[in-house]
């Protein structure tokens, strides 16, 4: 079985590109898919649709736009990751792991100890707590496993 993993969350550092790396390292069955990581093209999405009248409609739009995307690749993954960095506030993948949670697809969360306390109740929804993208190519490894 080829295992397709939704990438949900935090894009300012290389934790996608290191799960990549590893789970191709150990030739696992996987392949990914993500939202949009390009920042600005994500916070673009909707200006296709017309100059917006401010900011709040702006967002909404593009927010909609990237929801066709992030919607369909949750619906249709077997697994689920979603990162949680230290440095900004990642509304948009505790909304991720709460869709996951919805439809019944298994998620892991990705985060440092610094934060276990306000993601509890994304944490107690979800299969694993990792602490490194290392943990989370483990547990690929063994989920995907033919023993």
């Not at 993500?34 to 900011?55: F, M």
Request: net charge negative; with cysteine.
């Amino acid at each position: 079985m080829q295992w397709t993993v939704y990438l949900s969350g935090e894009i300012h550092t290389d934790w996608r590109q290191q799960l990549m790396n590893g789970c191709e390292a150990r030739n696992l069955p996987v392949s990914f898919t993500s939202a949009v990581t390009d920042h600005e093209a994500s916070d673009s999405a909707g200006d296709v649709l017309g100059k917006a009248e401010n900011q709040f409609w702006r967002d909404h739009r593009s927010a909609k736009v990237n929801a066709i995307r992030i919607r369909t690749l949750i619906s249709n993954c077997d697994l689920a990751v979603v990162r949680f960095g230290e440095q900004y506030k990642q509304w948009n993948a505790a909304f991720d792991a709460g869709f996951c949670a919805a439809l019944d697809v298994p998620y892991i969360t990705l985060h440092d100890e610094s934060i276990v306390h306000p993601l509890k109740e994304v944490d107690a929804a979800a299969m694993a707590w990792a602490t490194t993208p290392e943990q989370v190519v483990e547990i690929l490894e063994y989920v995907t496993s033919q023993q």
